[in-house]
């Protein structure tokens, strides 16, 4: 089956340093990816839809600027958390869109925990 | 606004008993519904999906089964086991790939 990469699987930062997230689609290419946030116990939340060669879409309430997105491949996309502070500590998962005939599947990543000291 | 939720937050079940776990919609327009397995600090796993022109699917010990006229979804696990203990949600895709996520249930499976 499809396999979505995430690297880091855990980081460390200080407050008020930037930190980059990678979601690599391993065997297909993803024109859409999506990075979602978690906080413990509660449920996935659409933050962003990552658009290959084009700007990211956000959702309602998410800062453009806080969480920046690239996806400059059909295999990568990255979400820098910017100036990160105790409140951006989340488990952050991204996702990509494999279409297979009239098939379309989300393939999810094994999630990144990201701690804010 | 337009939302997935969940009936019940926690379901505990013996071994080897069915289980099923409850979903509720609001967006008529959805048409695609699936439900995912999310372990401990691991990322969502697919388990089962089901489109808006079926009423029930089923796979390997799980079957899910759509009610549109009261916006109800629900996934029975046959002969439940210690592994599939975990975080089930239930998921609407409003298109495209993009997917909106329930609240979740937790499934805790006693020995």
């Known amino acids: 089956g499809a396999v979505v990469s995430q690297h880091p699987s855990r980081v460390i930062c200080k407050s008020g340093t930037s930190v980059k997230i990678e979601c690599r689609s391993l065997d297909f290419q993803a024109t859409t990816m999506f990075w979602y946030r978690q906080f413990p116990k509660k449920s996935l939340m659409l933050m962003a839809t990552?658009?290959?060669?084009?700007?990211?879409?956000?959702e309602q309430g998410v800062e453009k600027d806080k969480f920046l997105i690239n996806h400059a491949s059909l295999t990568l996309s990255t979400l820098t958390v910017t100036s990160a502070h105790p409140e951006d500590s989340s488990f952050y998962i991204c996702?990509?869109?494999?279409?297979?005939?009239?098939?379309?599947?989300?393939?999810f990543g094994p999630g990144t925990r990201l701690l804010v000291l | 606004g337009e939302s997935v939720g969940l009936h019940l937050p926690t379901l505990s079940v013996q071994e080897g008993d069915n289980s099923i776990i409850n979903c509720a919609y609001s967006?008529?327009?959805?048409?695609?519904f699936i439900w995912y397995k999310q372990e401990s600090g691991k990322g969502p796993q697919f388990i089962i999906d089901i489109r808006s022109n079926m009423d029930k699917r089923q796979g390997q010990r799980v079957t899910v089964l759509l009610n549109k006229t009261v916006k109800h979804l629900s996934l029975q696990i046959a002969a439940t086991q210690p592994g599939d203990s975990a975080v089930y949600f239930c998921?609407?895709?409003?298109?495209?790939?993009?997917?909106?996520f329930g609240a979740g249930t937790r499934l805790f499976v006693k020995a």
């Open positions: 996702s990509a869109g494999r279409t297979s005939g009239t098939q379309e599947t989300q393939y």
């Open positions: 990552s658009n290959e060669g084009s700007k990211a879409t956000y």
């Open positions: 998921a609407e895709n409003t298109g495209g790939f993009k997917t909106i």
């Open positions: 967006n008529s327009a959805s048409d695609y």
